[in-house]
């Protein structure tokens, strides 16, 4: 009886421990959280992000502009050439419009390359039934972030909405599968944006794996990011382009539309 007591009581505490240990868990993370959210009431647009007033920057200027993918771009090295990064992680196609005039204008950047919108699809997985809307807006800004790229005199390099990685079976729980048909329509209407100042970059016939659908194992950092390599295969491509768009600023003015090489 003594053993079977004492076989009961380890098993109660070792289930009070885990509960307290999953309790612990949860709170921490509500508290992150809390704290994201409270971040983001405190500076919507995050215009905290960066130096204000913007540094003069010397010209020519290329700024790598959107969220975290945009973010975690190390662009190509070009002798001569201030290359800034204006990327904050988490933002919407909204707040990155929002926040143009205070971190891109001051700028005035020759090139602007564009990656945005993972942020706005992925929330259809949580409102399903707003997703015409989520699509329709995402196209909106994203016009709107170009069209005011244009107006500020510069060459925009518009990137096609990278490719989802694999997701893990934590994420699959919470996700849906119209996510990857959204990017998908996004991409086809961001291709209608071309004109003679807007190149359109296919970052999906370079990142895409065939077979799945999905980022390239070598280039996948997570379901959302790339990793290094991916980055570097994306600049072979994007060096060109911008060569082509520096060349074009300093000459006609006139900028012809460049395609990625073939994978």
């Not at 990278?162 to 996700?175: A, D, H, I, S, V």
């Not at 290094?228 to 060096?239: D, F, H, K, T, V």
Request: proline share 8%; hydrophobic share 45%.
């Amino acid at each position: 009886m003594k053993s079977h007591a004492r076989i009961t009581l380890a098993a109660l505490s070792a289930a009070l421990l885990s509960s307290l240990g999953l309790n612990l868990l949860l709170l921490l993370l509500w508290r992150a959280d809390d704290r994201r959210l409270q971040t983001l009431r405190l500076d919507p647009l995050g215009l905290s992000a960066f130096p204000s007033p913007t540094p003069p920057a010397q010209p020519p200027v290329i700024v790598f502009y959107g969220d975290s993918r945009a973010a975690a771009w190390e662009a190509p090295a070009i002798p001569g050439v201030t290359i800034l990064n204006r990327g904050i992680s988490g933002q919407t196609t909204a707040q990155i419009l929002g926040r143009f005039e205070a971190h891109i204008a001051p700028l005035d950047p020759q090139i602007i390359v564009i990656q945005a919108g993972i942020n706005d699809l992925k929330n259809i997985s949580l409102f399903p039934e707003q997703e015409d809307a989520i699509i329709q807006s995402c196209k909106d800004n994203l016009q709107r972030i170009v069209q005011r790229s244009l107006d500020s005199g510069a060459h925009v390099i518009l990137t096609t909405i990278f490719p989802l990685g694999e997701l893990p079976l934590t994420r699959r729980l919470l996700w849906s599968t119209t996510v990857a048909t959204a990017i998908t329509e996004v991409n086809v209407y961001l291709r209608t944006l071309a004109a003679p100042q807007v190149t359109i970059f296919e970052s999906g016939d370079l990142l895409t794996d065939p077979q799945s659908g999905s980022v390239k194992s070598q280039y996948s950092l997570d379901s959302l990011h790339l990793n290094p390599a991916g980055y570097a295969e994306l600049n072979q491509a994007l060096s060109g382009m911008l060569d082509v768009a520096l060349n074009s600023h300093n000459t006609t003015g006139e900028v012809h539309e460049f395609q990625p090489p073939a994978p």
